[in-house]
């Protein structure tokens, strides 16, 4: 499935392609999602699926050529859209996305950001689970791919950047996150504002505009705090039902809850930008419904857009372990 | 300072001593804290106070018999005390405790376990940040002390087991996370329901009694869900003075507002338990209050009333790994 929005100041619209197949609940979700922001689709039949416990090696062996989520991939590589929306299963997409597309150069390993909402605004963390384990090399490509994410979305000349780590001190903390700090300090790149390490309190108060770690860390983390947020969210409803005076303030207090509700909710933060690729993918949630669906697709659009890949490139320019190695 | 407490089906008291001078409030919180709980104190005047950002190996060489924290641990190990209570810095007190009262036998490293609030009561998750990086054998010893603490704390005769991971499927997740699960799974130990691996959502759930990791991701989980909880309590506050309605709401429901308050108070569960040495030891947060302060002492006394040590002792006579090791 393709999708076109045009927008006014801009004369070449964004082409979407979107795996109609992925995700828990498939074309249910993905075309009314897709129908909340189209302006014309057009329809590929594909008769190969790739289920959401498909193991990487199995969907590109299976999936090559032929299955929903290739073909979105695909439409990419061969320049017949813009950038790619899949529900898929991760490892799948992101195993698809690499044999299809290609890393780019002088990038080792893509990984997953995602708009982490804080209480500043919002920050981009990665990676938040495409790859287990990051050296000091990763970690800031990493750190350079955020900061022209952050550069898109947040429209900054030179994003803030943390290292993700278990303390503040210099003292502390695994050596490749020392390592790539020293480097990310010593390098002083003009694009990217290094401010040293963040703790994981500091995802939430928004501390720096990106957050940099590993991917089995990232991904614990960023479910950590989906999961905290239900828990809480879940104890305030609880507590509101619980009286009768607490019922009677829920009622006068409704719309305000209802803020608080639209503030947390995860479909809002949908999207998951797959780093390092020659081309513009995007995982939505396997769960989310035709809204959060929409959420995902607004990233691409908002990738594909602004150039992510071009800022990317330059920002590759300036890379100082690309620059030493 | 020395604090007993006594309860009438106990014959023996508790005797706790406190690490008067830890902490970013020292005795200004300490005094006041133990005085909430106690029954007689015996002061002993120290002229050495580890800061909170000393090294740990400075800690010990400045402090090896003579600082307030090591004074306190001290009186563990010469059994004039039944556990030590510090705010003092995390790695300059196990450190003390390391060298001061050693590790268990089989045990090759002390982990830190913490009490996280779930949807469904309590879990024990460790290590949350005593040492980076784990094998298999460190998360299944790991596993072992998590499920006594569970015993004990939650008065389980098998308590649920997970392993923090990137996935549910076995497919997923670091080589050593999968080691550990397999030795646990197939050793299907008396005192531990090992239930496979669970992820960062599980631990807002409370899927299962203990949830194990390593030091550095667990670290990160923890202060990732702090940080998330204030995040919420803010977004909060702020929905709830922004209309007169709100406002209003908020005054009938006050008495739920502050049953909230209560339940996400993080004083509540201050106290993380070092695990695997040879005598009782619990790190309050460094920053916290007098109440704060008060729940680790109540953690601490707990731990040494039940027995911690001997439950760990009796459990690690199964341990799968020191068996075949």
């Given at each position: 499935?393709?999708?076109?929005?045009?927008?006014?100041?801009?004369?070449?619209?964004?082409?979407?392609?979107l795996?109609?197949?992925?995700?828990?609940?498939?074309?249910?979700?993905?075309?009314?999602?897709?129908?909340?922001?189209?302006e014309?689709?057009?329809?590929?039949?594909?008769?190969?699926a790739?289920?959401m416990?498909e193991?990487?090696?199995?969907?590109?062996?299976?999936?090559?050529?032929?299955?929903?989520?290739?073909?979105?991939?695909?439409?990419?590589?061969?320049?017949?859209?813009?950038?790619?929306?899949?529900?898929?299963?991760?490892?799948?997409?992101?195993?698809?996305?690499?044999?299809?597309?290609?890393?780019?150069?002088?990038?080792?390993?893509?990984?997953i950001?995602?708009m982490?909402?804080?209480?500043?605004?919002?920050?981009?963390?990665?990676?938040?689970?495409?790859?287990?384990?990051?050296?000091?090399?990763?970690?800031?490509?990493?750190?350079?791919?955020?900061?022209?994410?952050?550069?898109?979305?947040?429209?900054?000349?030179r994003?803030?950047?943390?290292?993700?780590?278990?303390?503040?001190?210099?003292?502390?903390?695994?050596?490749?996150?020392?390592?790539?700090?020293?480097?990310?300090?010593?390098?002083?790149?003009?694009?990217l504002?290094?401010?040293?390490?963040?703790?994981?309190d500091?995802?939430?108060k928004?501390?720096?505009?990106?957050?940099?770690?590993?991917?089995?860390?990232?991904n614990?983390?960023?479910?950590?705090?989906?999961?905290?947020?239900?828990?809480?969210?879940?104890?305030?409803r609880s507590?509101?039902?619980?009286?009768?005076?607490?019922?009677?303030?829920?009622?006068?207090?409704?719309?305000?809850?209802?803020?608080?509700?639209?503030?947390?909710?995860?479909r809002?933060?949908?999207?998951?930008?797959?780093?390092?690729?020659?081309?513009?993918?995007?995982k939505?949630?396997?769960?989310?419904?035709?809204?959060?669906?929409?959420?995902?697709?607004?990233?691409?659009?908002?990738?594909?857009?602004?150039?992510?890949?071009?800022?990317?490139?330059?920002?590759?320019?300036?890379?100082?372990?690309g620059?030493?190695?």
């Amino acid at each position: 499935m393709t999708y076109k929005k045009e927008q006014s100041f801009m004369p070449k619209p964004v082409r979407i392609s979107l795996d109609a197949m992925g995700g828990d609940h498939g074309p249910s979700i993905v075309v009314p999602g897709a129908a909340l922001l189209k302006e014309a689709t057009e329809l590929r039949h594909t008769d190969i699926a790739i289920s959401m416990d498909e193991k990487p090696s199995q969907a590109i062996r299976m999936g090559r050529g032929k299955s929903s989520m290739w073909r979105a991939v695909q439409a990419v590589r061969d320049g017949e859209a813009d950038a790619a929306v899949s529900a898929g299963n991760t490892g799948a997409l992101m195993a698809t996305a690499k044999v299809c597309l290609k890393t780019m150069a002088h990038i080792e390993r893509p990984a997953i950001a995602c708009m982490w909402p804080t209480m500043r605004g919002e920050s981009i963390v990665l990676d938040v689970g495409a790859t287990i384990g990051a050296d000091a090399g990763h970690l800031v490509d990493m750190a350079i791919m955020g900061s022209a994410m952050a550069r898109i979305v947040f429209d900054l000349e030179r994003p803030t950047v943390g290292l993700l780590n278990v303390g503040t001190e210099e003292i502390k903390g695994i050596e490749a996150v020392k390592e790539a700090g020293r480097i990310l300090k010593e390098s002083n790149l003009p694009h990217l504002d290094y401010r040293g390490f963040v703790e994981g309190d500091d995802l939430g108060k928004g501390t720096v505009d990106v957050v940099v770690t590993e991917g089995f860390t990232g991904n614990i983390a960023l479910k950590t705090a989906e999961g905290t947020a239900k828990q809480i969210a879940q104890y305030l409803r609880s507590a509101m039902s619980r009286t009768l005076m607490a019922k009677i303030g829920y009622l006068f207090a409704k719309q305000a809850f209802n803020a608080l509700r639209d503030k947390m909710d995860p479909r809002k933060v949908n999207g998951g930008v797959f780093l390092g690729l020659e081309g513009v993918v995007v995982k939505s949630h396997g769960g989310t419904d035709d809204l959060g669906f929409a959420s995902a697709i607004d990233v691409a659009y908002d990738m594909a857009h602004f150039e992510l890949m071009n800022t990317i490139r330059t920002m590759l320019e300036h890379d100082p372990v690309g620059q030493t190695a």
